[in-house]
């Protein structure tokens, strides 16, 4: 074999292994998928909705407790906040936290970011609030599920992100993991952030919102399955593109029972995505369902399904890397 063929071969090598290295078969996409285990977004859920954080009401010092305890975790990753914030914070005023119950306490929105390699100025924002609904009663709401699990599936991605980075393979567009208050009190934290980008929304390609993803409702008990929301709205292109990750990831039973605007439910309207959505923006909501603990206190970590919780998680994040990594970003055509 000649020296020429041998290095023609030699980068041909290369480019295929950097090429596949980016699909779902390659070892940064598998490996670091598999770094969101069951026992990780359990530690982390048996703090976030332990009786300590005192049912994260919106601005009190159990939130506040909940949200240190999470930029102590990203800090210990390596995920760094938005390079244009000071810290990992976004202070949402108290002007802004008007809800039906009056004025809330200066509360905050929780950022975290990974710089994208190749179109750092595209964002891809993945979602979910932190707070809950706090004490009533003398009885502590603590929230697992609602919204506890989206929580630390977020934080998990985050780190998922970060290992395939360490590997070499940071995403093309830049990734921000974005932790919102003021949820229960008519989605707050997230109209903050969508009046007050951090970046400018022209340039954020897409929302994926998680919100209660740890159990399962009365009709879908014992199936491996997730609601998902709004994900053809805006663009034919995220339907498609999520229910691919889905076949090549997880296969999950994906169920669009909620996707019509017009349901009775209206939860189209009723989570952090619609923020996005109304600016333009596509998103995909990602929930479970409601169940008899919804809002009450009896939504504890010790009934989450952690294996399903992982599997979610894993196909938000095998959904969030192809946005990430594909040549073009997605379009709004609808």
């Not at 985050?158 to 093309?172: D, I, R």
């Not at 929304?201 to 009709?219: K, Q, Y």
């Not at 603990?293 to 998680?313: M, N, S, V």
Request: with cysteine; charged share 25%.
């Amino acid at each position: 074999m000649n020296r020429a063929f041998t290095a023609i071969a030699a980068a041909f090598i290369l480019t295929s292994c950097a090429s596949s290295n980016l699909s779902y078969d390659g070892r940064a996409f598998k490996t670091s998928s598999e770094s969101i285990t069951e026992a990780d977004l359990k530690r982390h859920l048996y703090v976030i909705a332990s009786d300590e954080m005192e049912g994260r009401e919106t601005g009190s010092e159990g939130q506040k407790k909940a949200g240190r305890y999470m930029i102590a975790e990203y800090r210990k990753m390596g995920v760094s906040h938005p390079e244009v914030l000071k810290d990992y914070y976004q202070k949402v005023p108290k002007e802004a936290l008007n809800s039906r119950r009056g004025t809330l306490p200066d509360s905050e929105n929780i950022l975290a970011f990974i710089k994208g390699s190749e179109k750092p100025e595209e964002i891809i924002v993945i979602s979910a609030h932190y707070d809950h609904v706090g004490i009533k009663n003398g009885q502590i709401y603590n929230g697992a599920d609602d919204d506890g699990s989206g929580t630390v599936a977020l934080m998990e991605i985050a780190e998922a992100f970060k290992k395939a980075q360490k590997m070499g393979k940071s995403p093309k567009r830049s990734v921000l993991f974005l932790h919102v208050t003021g949820e229960e009190h008519g989605l707050l934290g997230s109209k903050y952030y969508a009046d007050n980008p951090v970046y400018p929304l022209a340039n954020t390609v897409v929302n994926l919102n998680i919100d209660m993803i740890g159990r399962s409702d009365p009709e879908n008990e014992g199936k491996d399955y997730l609601y998902v929301i709004g994900s053809e709205m805006l663009s034919s292109q995220l339907k498609v593109i999520n229910e691919a990750a889905n076949n090549a990831t997880q296969k999950l039973e994906l169920n669009y029972k909620y996707d019509d605007p017009n349901d009775p439910q209206r939860l189209y309207y009723r989570s952090d995505h619609y923020n996005f959505a109304k600016n333009g923006i596509p998103v995909a909501f990602f929930f479970d369902g409601v169940h008899a603990d919804y809002h009450q206190p009896t939504d504890d970590p010790e009934k989450i399904d952690y294996k399903l919780l992982r599997k979610r998680a894993q196909l938000v994040y095998a959904t969030a890397w192809e946005l990430a990594n594909r040549e073009a970003r997605i379009v709004v055509d609808k």
